[in-house]
């Protein structure tokens, strides 16, 4: 009965302004309470639940003064969790950009990027591109209106999607699916003095969240008389401590990835990378489902973390603990400590998540910070240290070829975790299989998932199978899907044009080399913080709705959009058109990558990808990066710890907000905004000064005036050496010399070749002669070089580094 009482109120949440959609599509000028509750009782949807219709038409106070219902009704509870949605949701716009009273049902969603980090932006998306499978839709300057006829377009996905479902536990989760999909580029708000940033799928999210965790909290204190303690006495529920922010936060990510030394290395780096996000996944539904609560309540999952809204009970408390326990005890048996889940949580009020009293917002996140920290200087018990310790070693152990971990090999000398690895590195790239379930068994062919479940990629024949079974979760591939048992859909950043690092490697334009791509959005956690507030210190963008809009955005560009951007490639080096990008995501997700490809393509694409970010973004947000390139046979986890120290040393850069490649071992001071003068490397450039100087600028120079000559690329690898040893006095000399000898002869015959000649030397003495663009050049002949150069031992005699 209390799982039927609780699957009803999520419903009755989720559903609660669903007559805005009615009212905005011209179907019915009632308010929209009404309108929903009769839309959704109609012949169209069926719904016949009195307490669900119930949550849907009297959530509103005025609504529940003149109902008769029971004081236990969950109205109830959806008013006061809409309450509290609502008021972390609508803030009133800047005095400046106020239009007037009353609603706009043709206002369009405006971006959550337009107040982030003090900005002014008035940017809105278009009602016309919601389809995110297919395309981004970026914000834009132009208000492009919300019409009746989208509106009724929408109506329709719906009412379709949800005619097709049985109102049960199983199809819960697609019912979510169906709001993500058709309401997350609505505006939860449509009033004119109000900021419409917030989507109508956020707000109905977290308005079942906040419901979820207002029942558990109640029910723990034997409490059911909701309507005196959340409607007659509903101000003083606003001050109770009644939720818990809680983080899971998995350790060892990097170094499980990308520890591996075995022939295939990009199957086995991307299977491993993908497991981890499917285990976080599987994870996070797992407590839930403990904590007998839905995905309503996970407001973020991604880079190994997991952000959750749960009710403030000791219920919660314990079962966090016992799981974090299970869950790492379940770590060490397959992957000793290799893997460690830190939990942390923190108690907070309504008025916290709005960031009240001020600074208590930003307070639950050093709180968080803090428990994670001190969870990871303890990880383990006495009792569990000496369990470790005392681990016995399997008969006849081997070392894997894959990880190095000693046990039991088969007879590929794969250990039976990196053997299932290799299985599911043919599925996750596959069209057939658009579908991975968490299964409720225990087999070496697959790999295993805590709480007894593994992990299986099926086609739709196979889930259909599936279907049949108990305990068992579904998610759908890069698509939005309803069914029964469909938990979630993955956005998965599945680009690959190859199999093996040395099929990347040949497709490169030139010297085949592999470029590694590793980046990650600067000082994210400031953003969610403390992101939102003003210029002028005023805090009432600082809410939970709009950390959670963010999360979400984020999330989209980092595992689905990026997709798109590499499939779509814009900038190229010689500025010839490509149809693609000869690459492979191995990791995309939360807010960090990992590329490898074709080192021209790396290198453009981290152009398109700063880009299109800073486009998605309205510049509030920055990359940082790094950029190795090497050959197809070096070490995997070699190039990820240098790409990421080449990525750390890009964060020095004042501002962050930079790219780092090509070092040749040389720095350079840089100011910082305090005044403090700090040494950066040479192969460190802010984007702008990477794409318009040293590319735009400096490169094209070089291509324009040695594509069109007969000079060797002897005179270019001198010029090389000259800059890099321009401290020595008499490099300037020898470099005037050396430019001279490129003069072609004086003739009429050769007069175009003259002035070009002419041209390209006034510039290179011009950049010789300041230290900046010496930099510049210095990169930029490398790439030129690596571009024209066929073999890989004319890159050794040029003394090219990478």
Request: charged letters at 25%; a neutral charge.
């Amino acid at each position: 009965m209390k799982e039927e009482k609780r699957l009803r109120l999520t419903i009755g949440a989720l559903l609660h302004d669903f007559g805005k959609v009615i009212y905005r599509a011209g179907e019915d000028s009632n308010r929209h309470a009404l309108s929903g509750a009769a839309y959704l009782s109609s012949e169209r949807v069926g719904m016949t639940d009195r307490e669900v219709l119930a949550c849907v038409k009297y959530h509103h106070a005025s609504d529940l003064r003149q109902a008769k219902l029971e004081k236990d009704a969950l109205a109830y509870i959806v008013y006061m969790a809409d309450n509290i949605a609502s008021a972390a949701d609508r803030r009133e716009q800047e005095e400046t950009k106020a239009v007037g009273k009353g609603f706009d049902r043709t206002k369009p969603m405006n971006s959550i990027f337009n107040l982030l980090h003090g900005n002014h932006g008035e940017m809105s998306y278009s009602p016309h591109r919601t389809n995110v499978e297919k395309e981004i839709n970026y914000p834009a300057a132009e208000q492009v209106p919300f019409g009746t006829s989208d509106y009724q377009a929408i109506l329709r996905n719906l009412t379709e999607n949800m005619r097709g479902m049985e109102w049960s536990q199983s199809y819960l989760h697609s019912l979510m699916d169906a709001l993500e999909a058709n309401l997350s580029f609505v505006p939860s708000s449509t009033n004119k003095m109000e900021v419409a940033d917030i989507s109508l799928y956020d707000h109905l999210k977290l308005t079942a969240a906040f419901a979820a965790g207002i029942e558990a909290r109640l029910a723990e204190q034997g409490e059911s008389d909701y309507c005196r303690r959340l409607f007659t006495d509903g101000k003083e529920f606003y001050k109770e401590k009644a939720f818990l922010l809680a983080v899971l936060d998995l350790s060892g990510i990097q170094k499980f990835i990308y520890t591996i030394t075995s022939k295939g290395a990009l199957k086995t780096l991307r299977a491993r990378s993908f497991y981890l996000d499917f285990l976080m996944e599987h994870i996070a539904d797992e407590l839930l489902e403990r904590l007998e609560l839905t995905r309503a309540n996970l407001l973020y999952s991604g880079g190994g973390r997991v952000n959750l809204l749960l009710a403030n009970t000791e219920k919660t408390r314990h079962r966090l603990r016992e799981f974090q326990r299970q869950v790492n005890a379940w770590c060490q048996q397959y992957f000793d400590i290799s893997l460690y889940m830190a939990v942390s949580w923190a108690e907070c009020s309504s008025g916290d998540l709005q960031d009240n009293p001020r600074g208590s917002y930003a307070g639950l996140y050093r709180a968080l910070s803090k428990g994670l920290s001190d969870n990871k200087v303890q990880r383990y018990t006495a009792e569990e240290i000496l369990s470790l310790n005392e681990k016995a070693i399997e008969e006849d152990a081997r070392e894997c070829k894959a990880c190095r971990h000693s046990g039991r090999v088969n007879e590929d000398a794969l250990c039976p975790i990196c053997a299932a690895m290799q299985r599911l590195s043919a599925h996750i790239m596959e069209s057939a299989y658009e579908f991975f379930a968490a299964l409720p068994e225990t087999d070496e062919q697959h790999l295993p998932l805590p709480g007894g479940y593994v992990l299986a990629a099926g086609s739709e024949r196979e889930v259909r199978e599936w279907q049949q079974r108990d305990m068992l979760r579904l998610y759908g591939k890069n698509r939005f899907y309803t069914g029964k048992a469909i938990t979630a859909r993955l956005w998965i950043g599945d680009y690959h044009t190859g199999e093996t690092f040395e099929e990347l490697a040949k497709c490169a334009k030139g010297i085949h080399r592999l470029g590694v791509l590793r980046s990650d959005v600067d000082n994210l956690g400031l953003a969610f913080a403390m992101g939102f507030q003003r210029p002028d210190g005023d805090r009432r963008y600082v809410t939970l709705s709009r950390t959670a809009e963010l999360s979400r955005q984020l999330s989209m560009f980092f595992k689905l959009h990026i997709r798109k951007i590499m499939a779509q490639p814009n900038f190229t080096l010689t500025g010839q058109k490509k149809d693609c990008r000869h690459a492979a995501i191995v990791y995309s997700g939360g807010d960090d990558l990992f590329i490898v490809g074709a080192w021209d393509d790396i290198i453009e694409f981290a152009v398109d990808l700063r880009n299109a970010f800073s486009r998605y973004g309205e510049n509030t947000l920055t990359l940082s990066a790094g950029i190795g390139i090497y050959p197809a046979s070096y070490p995997i986890s070699v190039m990820a710890r240098e790409t990421a120290a080449m990525e750390e040393k890009s964060k020095l850069y004042p501002g962050k907000n930079a790219v780092t490649l090509f070092e040749d071992g040389s720095s350079h001071s840089v100011q910082d905004a305090s005044g403090k003068m700090l040494s950066i490397s040479d192969g460190t450039y802010a984007w702008e000064t990477l794409e318009q100087q040293v590319l735009g600028e400096k490169f094209r120079t070089m291509e324009d005036f040695f594509n069109a000559s007969d000079r060797g690329k002897s005179f270019l690898y001198k010029i090389l050496e000259l800059l890099r040893n321009r401290s020595d006095k008499i490099s300037l000399a020898r470099y005037i010399y050396l430019l001279s000898r490129m003069e072609p002869e004086d003739t009429k015959e050769n007069k175009e070749a003259v002035e070009h000649y002419r041209a390209f030397a006034a510039k290179m003495l011009r950049w010789y002669q300041n230290e900046e663009d010496v930099r510049h050049l210095k990169t930029a002949i490398q790439i030129y070089a690596y571009l024209t150069r066929g073999t890989e031992a004319e890159h050794e005699t040029a003394g090219l580094r990478s």
